[in-house]
């Protein structure tokens, strides 16, 4: 089983519209964290959500957490062509004190059509 | 803002060669990580790296690869003897603290071993 799988896997909208992509992980987690790469390109970090927390906002984005059932959301609102790029969700399971062991999805490639 | 920056962005060398990956994490932080990414495929959990030792490796870590901190602000990963299949994108990232904490990723190293 895969820590940390999103969906849709691919997903394409018209500019302007919301695009929403789930992630659903299978251990209990400390926190989850949803990073944007760019077409071969590094890994940015956009939000980072606690485990006691349910949702989270950061410009355009919000986040939701649900850990009765192992899923989290990212919506972007009235998404722009710059948003194009693979979204991925990574969770943290490492035990409390440890050190951090992110553990990241496949992805969700964005496009969004001018 | 700090950044985590990597050099080379882009090295091909020969199967059977050393290559030496580098990293400058973000001045203050103390947990370093190497993740590397095969093309197409999800990114995968290297090593962490605190207090000049590694806490925690994955399979993936074999007697091939090392990491050093070689003075206050390097970060490196070496690959003793390189494989086909070692060619991937390398990514360093930093964070001020272990588990429960953001991780900021560097822009990548993109290695191509022929």
């Known amino acids: 089983s895969q820590q940390g799988e999103e969906d849709p896997q691919a997903l394409s909208i018209q500019e302007g519209e919301n695009a929403t992509m789930n992630c659903s992980y299978k251990t209990s987690i400390n926190n989850l964290q949803w990073y944007r790469q760019n077409s071969g390109r590094g890994l940015v970090h956009l939000i980072l959500?606690?485990?006691?927390?349910r949702e989270k906002h950061s410009g355009r984005l919000r986040v939701t957490l649900d850990t009765s059932k192992k899923s989290s959301s990212l919506l972007i609102t009235a998404s722009r062509a710059a948003d194009t790029a693979s979204y991925f969700c990574a969770t943290d399971s490492s035990y409390y004190g440890g050190y951090q062991k992110v553990t990241f999805g496949i992805g969700t490639k964005l496009q969004v059509i001018p | 803002e700090p950044e985590v920056t990597q050099t080379p962005s882009h090295q091909v060398t020969q199967m059977g060669q050393e290559v030496i990956l580098r990293c400058v994490p973000i001045?203050?932080?103390?947990?370093f990580y190497w993740y590397r990414q095969i093309l197409g495929q999800k990114v995968e959990f290297l090593v962490s790296f605190y207090n000049n030792e590694i806490s925690e490796k994955s399979e993936i870590f074999d007697d091939q690869f090392s990491v050093e901190r070689p003075d206050g602000s390097n970060f490196t990963l070496k690959i003793r003897s390189t494989k086909l299949e070692d060619s991937a994108m390398y990514f360093c990232a930093s964070s001020d603290g272990g588990a429960w904490e953001t991780q900021y990723f560097g822009p990548g190293t993109r290695l191509l071993v022929l």
């Open positions: 001045s203050n932080h103390l947990y």
């Open positions: 959500i606690r485990s006691n927390e």
